[in-house]
Structures are given as structure tokens and as C-alpha cells.
């Protein structure tokens, strides 16, 4: 579905506007999706050169919003951007906060927002690590503060992990999956707070095999990633993990699976690698990248990269519409 | 490009015909995939219902043949079910042995084999977890002895992991590679043996994490599928996880990525979990499975599965053939 036009849908009506706290990579993505959708977009970051940032940030994301089937004409008409944080945060129905990841920053910052904002406004934090139980100490009214943490690049990738802290009311976390769903986002509520979330500790386990397999000389760096391609990130790209095993335990499902395969992967845990990150093997690590990818532009890698994720993107959601 | 008719293409000559050992998932899918391509296949397997078994397999794997683009018209026309080993190795250009995973068991199957192949005949091993210097040793003739791993199932998954031992001649390994890859796969060469070689250990690492995080309470099992899928499972269909971080790095790559964040990273590896499969746990992840995918029978999640992995992998496939 493509539309010319943006306009603001019904559902998104009472979460307008919102004040985008932090003009990095994160908050310039979430601001342009969020102008996508018709919504109107308080940025404010202390940085002297947001404006230009911010709106060449959007410029380079408008042709992806554009393959994504998203409007794009006058994307920038509802942008503000406003340095002074009391005047960003007047008014604002939801803030999507993007700022350094240090417990006293996200504390003293929080302490002025709640200051400003309604009891009303949905505080969002997409902290890839601290969680909100971590920010609310200290704060007077954080029952509608919770972590909306998005994968990166938040306009892209469909995946935000919604985790709610001991403080946050569950209407707090409906309007979070409300809000999210009508940006075409997939809101995943965790229903425990763990440093790094799920998706990251996950990628995270990984590449630390990952890096053993490089450091241990098995495999080169382009190689591995060719490895993952075509095999499990093609079968997780349609299916999680569980899912995979599920369907590889034939009629007896994941618990056959287990009963049968199980010693044999425990034992196998015992033997993935536990590398270390000192100078040496990041030095190695660097020349390996080099090596494996040193002589494309990363323009082009992640042009060609990009490419890809929106053709599968797209084809993804086509099916799902059609089911 | 669909074509009608099953005609052996040059490159295949000398490696026709095949000998598939074992009428298992893996072997019968290796067969279906032989035969398309114009192979002749003789299968080896001592069970009683070897015929039944191998042609209801080839029947169901069918669909995915054609929707890949390969021709299926009288697909069985070159197969021979032979129950008799030395019968069936006779005149063989390559065997693909999909065995029980047992040491003793390759040793003396492929004692029995390479008394009856001829010294040209390449030995393949579908073995996913022994490397093939152990079933090297005891043979006579181990040179064209070597790994070719496939991610299952081999007729739709690219992967192929080519791991040579150290008895392995280098040219065997280039046949290997040249093999596989007229049969559109991805072969991807190891430079070292290590037990479950990269995919596996890959896959089990995240594995472990992931049911640390469903034993933990963090999340359901269905919920951890729909955060991969909506995230990384998406990036590692179109790049791997080094070019993933190298395109995190910003314009310094994966070596201002891994001098930034590879503190993070290591402080995150020592909080990753270590969960046991012991009986209750194991029970513990069965209900989880159950609860998450119990209602739904696994025929029509596999279909549903097999669909949308189809469609991205021809999706990729074609972006691939038009750079």
C-alpha cells in the first residue's frame, strides 16, 4: 500500500505529538518514522548543529521510508526542532528518549521531564541496556515510564522490546504496544528486566562464538558471515529458534527434540569458545575485517546490505497480509 | 529460470553417478536434489521399507523442487534403490554418506567402501558433528575422503560445509566445491576441523541463550522466535554478523565498532546464562513448546515456514544473479 499523502491515522491521534529526546543515529531514525505517520515532531538535543543533523539524517532515510510503501512529501513539515528542553517537552503526548547510555544522565534528565510533562505522557526510553526500574528511582511519577527499545535502524527493522519496570501500570505498557503497532512496529513486552534485553543478548552469544571460530582460525571473517547467510539467518529470518528445533524434531516437535538432541547440545556448550576482546585479538579482529571487507566502501556495503533487508522486508509482510 | 526437462548439465558429468548411503532425511533429500539435476542416484539403506521411504520422500519434497525452479518430470527415472552395499558403490563417481553418527560405524563403512570404489571416487560425509580425520584413520585410501556438511534440508538450504582433513588432497576439495556448487549450493570450505564445525556451534550458541532466557521467565518461547525473526534473524539473511557490526561502526567499520563497544560486549558475555538440559528443565521447555506451538499441527507450521523460506531465498537468489 503505497499513500502520497501523510496524514495522522485515528489511532495515532492521542499520542501527538511527540518529543524526540537525543539526535544521534536512533532518535533522527524514530523521528523520521514517526514524521512518516503523520505525527508532529519535537526534536531536541543540546548538540549546536542539530538542525542540520536531523534533517540530513531524514534525507537519507526518506528513500527507504519511500521503498517501505511510507509518504514522504513534505516529511519535514511537522518537525520542530527545539534545543531548550522545558519549550521540547511542552504539550508532548509521548517522548522517545535517545540520550547517552549513563544512569545519571537518564536520572537527571527524567527528574526535569517529569517536571514538565502531564501525568498523561507515555515516557519511553529506548535504553539498549539500563532498565527503566533503574531510571524510575529517584522519580515521582514513573508509572508511565518504560523502555521501548528499538533494533537499529528503529525505521527498518520491525522489532521494538517493550520492558515495563516494577513501576510502570499496565495501561502505560497497552498504550507503548498501541502506539508502536500503529508504526508498523512488532512491540515484543519482556516480562522480566535483564541487562542487554533479549535480542541483543541473543546476538550478542552468537558473535562470541563467532569471534572464537574467526580468532581460532576455522574460518575468515567473510566466510563466516557467508555461514550465516545461508543457513540459520535465512531459517530465523522465517522462523526463531525454537520454532527451527520445533520443526526438526519431525512429529514429536521440540520436546522430542530435546529427548533426543539434548545431551548432545549440552555437551557441545561446553566446548564453544569464551575469547577475550584485550588489544591483541581486537587488533587481529580488525585486520580480519579489513581483509574481508577493507576494499568495498562501507557506503556500498551497507547500499547492497539495505537493498536486501527491504526486498525481504517487504516480502515478509506481503505474506503475512495474505494469510 | 524453470526448466522442463531433467538434463545433466556438463559440469556434473564426471561426478555421475551418486551414491547416496543412508535414506534418512538428510539422504533421501540429497538424493530428491541429485536426481533434479540430471544425476543418476543409487540409494543404500539395510531397512526393509528403504523403497517406500526413499520415493515418499522424493514425493513430498517434490513441490519445493519446482517452486525453486528445478525441473521434476520423471524424477525417479534415474534412481536405483540398492540394498546391497558393494552393489551399490559399484562404478560410483561420488558417495554421499549420510550414516548413524557413530565412530565405529564410519569405520567400517568406509573400510567396506573404499574396497570397492575406485581411487577417483569422491567421498563425501554428511556427518555433522565427527571430522573426517577420524574416519580417516584406519583407511588406506583416505585422499578424496572429506567433509560436505550440509544445513538441513540440503535441497533448499545453500549451505554446504566442505571440511577437508589433513589426508584430504587439495584437489578432492576443489571437486567437492565444484560439485556442490552445480548443484546451486553454497559450499563453504573450512580451515580447520572443529567438532560441530561453524553453523552448529553458531546456532547452539545462541540456542543456549535463548533458553536461558525462556527458563529465566524473561519471555516465552513464541515471543523469543518473534523478537529473532523481527530483528537479527532479518540482518543475518542478508549479512552475516561481522558485516552487521562493520556496518554498526560507522564509517571506521568493525574496528571503531569493536574499540567502542568490545568492552560492552565482553562485560556481556561473562552475564550470559548456562542452563542445564537436565530432566526438569527439558520438561520445563516442553511445556514451553506446548504452550507456544502445541495448537497448531506441525505439518501446517512447517508448510508455513517452507512458504516464506522459499520466497526469501528466491528472492535473494535473484537479487544475487542481477548485480
Known amino acids: 500500500m503505497i499513500q502520497s499523502k501523510i496524514t495522522l491515522p485515528d489511532e495515532l491521534q492521542r499520542f501527538n505529538p511527540v518529543t524526540v529526546i537525543g539526535a544521534g543515529t536512533i532518535g533522527v531514525s524514530w523521528t523520521a518514522l514517526f514524521l512518516a505517520y503523520g505525527l508532529t515532531v519535537r526534536v531536541n538535543d543540546p548538540r549546536p548543529d542539530v538542525k542540520e543533523v536531523v534533517l540530513n539524517g531524514i534525507d537519507q532515510i526518506k528513500p527507504t521510508l519511500k521503498a517501505l510503501g511510507l509518504p514522504t512529501e513534505g516529511l519535514t513539515n511537522r518537525l520542530e526542532i527545539e534545543p531548550d528542553l522545558d519549550r521540547a517537552l511542552q504539550g508532548a503526548a509521548v517522548i522517545q528518549e535517545n540520550g547517552p547510555e549513563r544512569l545519571e544522565f537518564k536520572h537527571e534528565l527524567f527528574s526535569k521531564i517529569e517536571k514538565v510533562v502531564s501525568k498523561e505522557t507515555l515516557l519511553l526510553s529506548s535504553s539498549?541496556?539500563?532498565?527503566?526500574?533503574?531510571?524510575?528511582?529517584?522519580?515521582?511519577?514513573?508509572?508511565?515510564?518504560?523502555?521501548?527499545?528499538?533494533?537499529?535502524?528503529?525505521?527498518?527493522?520491525?522489532?521494538?522490546?517493550?520492558?515495563?519496570?516494577?513501576?510502570?501500570?499496565?495501561?502505560?505498557?497497552?498504550?507503548?504496544i498501541t502506539f508502536y503497532r500503529a508504526l508498523g512496529k512488532e512491540p515484543m513486552v519482556l516480562e522480566k528486566e535483564i541487562p542487554g534485553f533479549v535480542a541483543n543478548r541473543l546476538q550478542s552469544a552468537l558473535f562470541r562464538e563467532a569471534v572464537n571460530l574467526v580468532l581460532e582460525g576455522v574460518v575468515s571473517m567473510e566466510d563466516l558471515d557467508r555461514i550465516v547467510t545461508n543457513s540459520i539467518g535465512l531459517r530465523w529470518a522465517v522462523g526463531g529458534p525454537f520454532l527451527t528445533f520445533h520443526l526438526g524434531g519431525g512429529k514429536g516437535g521440540l520436546p522430542a527434540f530435546l529427548q533426543h538432541l539434548g545431551p548432545n547440545l549440552q555437551n557441545g556448550w561446553k566446548n564453544l569458545g569464551n575469547p577475550n576482546l584485550d588489544e591483541a585479538n581486537v587488533q587481529t579482529l580488525s585486520n580480519h575485517a579489513m581483509n574481508s571487507y577493507g576494499n568495498v566502501p562501507i557506503e556500498q556495503l551497507e547500499k547492497s546490505r539495505d537493498q536486501k533487508q527491504l526486498s525481504v522486508l517487504k516480502m515478509l509482510k506481503d505474506q503475512q497480509s495474505s494469510r
Open 128 to 176: 539498549s541496556g539500563i532498565p527503566s526500574s533503574e531510571i524510575a528511582k529517584g522519580m515521582k511519577n514513573p508509572e508511565r515510564l518504560l523502555i521501548g527499545h528499538p533494533f537499529n535502524p528503529p525505521h527498518l527493522v520491525p522489532l521494538v522490546e517493550v520492558v515495563p519496570g516494577e513501576h510502570t501500570k499496565d495501561q502505560a505498557v497497552q498504550d507503548a
